[in-house]
């Protein structure tokens, strides 16, 4: 097959619009006239140039995710994950990682959001921790020392009801009286 002329983004356009036409045993590879082809200049075909028959792979990879650190932030964060998800079918995972040292997954939005509910949840869950705590340590002050079914069920104590046994320990006397508080429908 003779070098094509086009010039390296066109040639990616052609080939992938012919490719899914042809017959898969008459494929061939879309070959780049090397690592500065227009691929490097259009963000749209980045993600396709890790992929290109390139002599030094390798090279090319780091050139491409040169080029996308250029990008704007929203281009970024999409052209990167493309890129490294096609360049996942060429090259070794570690060296995508290191090549792209951004990583797909700590600037994207949505890992982002992920970060953030787990964050309040775990806010969340370290209150509820620390209201139960509190709790506990009045009422060992108030009735003494907790038999452990008590303590068990202190730990499972739904969002509201530490709130809501918080002010009815005010007036227990006796074990008795949290066992009944624990008896009583809200």
């Known amino acids: 097959m ?7 983004s066109l040639h990616f356009q052609v080939w ?11 494929q ?4 780049c006239q090397g690592p500065t082809g227009s691929a490097l200049n259009d963000p749209a075909l980045l993600p396709l140039a890790p992929l290109a028959g390139a002599i030094q792979a390798e090279i090319l990879l780091q050139r491409v995710a040169q080029r996308v650190q ?4 929203e281009e970024r964060q999409e ?8 360049a996942g079918l060429k090259f070794e995972k570690a060296l995508i990682q290191q090549v792209f040292r951004e990583g797909i997954m700590r600037e994207s939005g949505i890992y982002q959001d992920i970060l953030e509910e787990g964050r309040q949840e775990g806010r969340q869950e370290g209150r ?5 705590s509190l709790i506990l ?3 060992i002050r108030r009735l003494g020392e907790m038999p452990e079914p008590m303590s068990s069920r202190l730990a499972t104590l739904s969002l ?4 809501t046994l918080g002010e009815a320990l005010l007036e227990f006397e006796t074990i008795a009286d949290l066992e009944a508080w624990f008896e009583s429908p809200e």
């Open 137 to 139: 340590r009045q009422l």
């Open 16 to 26: 992938w619009c012919k490719r899914a036409l042809e017959p898969p045993h008459t």
């Open 70 to 73: 250029e990008l704007h932030e």
């Open 28 to 31: 061939s590879p879309v070959r």
């Open 160 to 163: 509201e009801q530490p709130e």
């Open 128 to 132: 509820q921790e620390g209201e139960r």
């Open 2 to 8: 003779a070098q094509s002329t086009m010039p390296c």
């Open 79 to 86: 052209v990167s994950g493309y890129t490294q998800i096609l």
